[in-house]
């Protein structure tokens, strides 16, 4: 079915007269004497051309690619798109800012030497604080190899948080850090405290001090972390094969069970049962080898060792393959 249009600002009369509309699909520009047939863009005069009969079916046909070419033995030095970056939601405008480059003629300065136009007047300061606070966040992100989805997570917590202005006085690097510890808890893949601390510039102490009020501020929660969700990290990092870091989480799973461990955090009770696991196959690791993966200290391993070392014979799985028996691994 063919669909006459009469424009009213005398734009495209004739290109509405070869558009057509089908009952399931969106309305397509063909010849009317040849329909099936493949048209023809001529970039340089803006037309569509049918290529059976010759019919100009429209005319002001937009160029959608690049202005430019590209050679390979070009130097990429400047770019030459004029369009600027992609549009970011999270910030005032959506990023719409006009950027001015730096001016090298004499009309660009003052009498003083003074840059007449500069960049500052035309991004607001809250802007520049949340773009600086997503830079820290993807740097943070990337040392640890965390995906784009947590990385977009963080930067709509912080944003809830700087706009809500509930956390005054603490400096914006602490509360990136806190939105990236709660991210990875929400999106089910934690890290603990100590390896956020690592790739930030904040104490310990004053990011969980953050967690705590952004946690209040925006009325949400994290899940419990549990044994499981540090284990196969650790082993992997420590190079144990699979049947160790299967044995080292059901041992982890029945000491909670069994509440042979109470009180203690899920991290060293996962260290705890790494070292028991070990030690009993031929893979062998060090208190110290496994303290420095897990990020606790030798003694909070043996502390907990202590507790689910009387029950080893309970906590192995059934089929696992023992190099060192029970009564051989180490009672520290």
Not at 49 to 57: A, F, N, R, S, T
Not at 85 to 106: C, E, F, R, W, Y
Not at 196 to 208: D, F, L, P, Q, Y
Not at 278 to 306: F, H
Request: charged share 25%; hydrophobic share 35%; aromatic share 8%.
């Amino acid at each position: 079915m063919s669909v006459e249009f009469k424009s009213s600002c005398g734009f495209f009369p004739d290109l509405w007269n070869f558009i057509c509309f089908s009952g399931d699909s969106l309305p397509k520009v063909q010849c009317p004497n040849h329909p099936d047939a493949i048209l023809v863009e001529d970039y340089r005069a803006g037309d569509m051309i049918c290529p059976e009969c010759g019919l100009v079916v429209g005319d002001r046909v937009i160029d959608v690619g690049s202005e430019w070419r590209t050679f390979t033995n070009e130097k990429a030095t400047n770019d030459p798109s004029r369009v600027g970056d992609a549009q970011n939601p999270l910030l005032n405008g959506g990023d719409l800012s006009t950027m001015i480059s730096k001016g090298t003629g004499a009309a660009s300065f003052d009498e003083f030497g003074n840059s007449k136009y500069q960049n500052r007047r035309t991004m607001s300061s809250a802007d520049r604080a949340m773009l600086n606070a997503f830079k820290e966040i993807t740097t943070m992100s990337d040392r640890i190899n965390l995906p784009r989805n947590i990385i977009d997570r963080t930067n709509n917590l912080f944003k809830q948080v700087y706009e809500q202005k509930s956390l005054k006085g603490r400096s914006n690097d602490a509360i990136a850090s806190a939105c990236l510890y709660i991210a990875c808890r929400q999106e089910g893949v934690p890290r603990t405290f100590k390896e956020i601390c690592a790739v930030s510039r904040i104490s310990k102490k004053e990011i969980g001090r953050c967690f705590k009020l952004i946690l209040k501020a925006l009325e949400t929660s994290v899940d419990l972390i549990t044994t499981g969700d540090f284990m196969s990290r650790f082993c992997s990092n420590l190079g144990l094969p699979k049947q160790v870091q299967m044995a080292a989480t059901y041992i982890a799973r029945k000491a909670v069970e069994l509440d042979l461990v109470p009180g203690r955090s899920p991290i060293s009770v996962a260290a705890a049962a790494i070292y028991m696991a070990s030690q009993a196959s031929a893979e062998k690791k060090t208190q110290k080898e496994i303290g420095d993966i897990a990020g606790v200290a030798d003694v909070t391993i043996r502390q907990s060792y202590r507790l689910i070392y009387p029950r080893a014979a309970d906590l192995f799985p059934p089929d696992f393959k023992f190099d060192t028996p029970v009564d051989k691994l180490p009672q520290l």
